[in-house]
């Protein structure tokens, strides 16, 4: 069974940085999972891309986040990690590492599931 646990968030102030990070357990990074990476959800709002690895091992980025967040993974630590730099209010939100497993073929072509995690609080204030 895949498992997520988000680590690192907290409260910053504008202009600070976190880094974040994703223990994931019951799945191998290599080959890499369909994509894997994180979404955040700010408050009273629905969740969004943060920065995501694809299939290919191409990174998504939503804009407002290119240029001062990046994605990084160590496969000997089956961990993600979200460096956030330059950090803004408007980041204020939950971070969920989330992970899209294939399903019995093992290619993504032919489905899969997306895993979440719990989510970690980042707060950022003036």
């Known amino acids: 069974q895949v498992q997520l646990a988000e680590s690192g968030g907290g409260s910053v102030q504008a202009g600070g940085s976190l880094k974040l990070s994703c223990l994931v357990s019951?799945?191998?990074?290599?080959?890499?999972?369909?994509?894997m990476g994180w979404f955040r959800r700010p408050p009273g709002k629905g969740r969004e891309v943060v920065s995501i690895?694809?299939?290919?091992?191409?990174?998504t980025t939503g804009d407002s986040m290119k240029g001062r967040f990046t994605i990084s993974q160590d496969n000997s630590k089956n961990t993600i990690y979200l460096q956030m730099n330059d950090l803004k209010i408007e980041d204020t939100g939950v971070y969920l590492c989330v992970l899209n497993e294939p399903h019995a073929s093992g290619r993504c072509s032919d489905g899969w599931t997306r895993i979440w995690g719990q989510g970690t609080q980042v707060t950022v204030s003036t």
């Open positions: 690895y694809n299939a290919d091992g191409s990174v």
């Open positions: 019951g799945i191998a990074f290599t080959p890499r999972p369909c994509s």
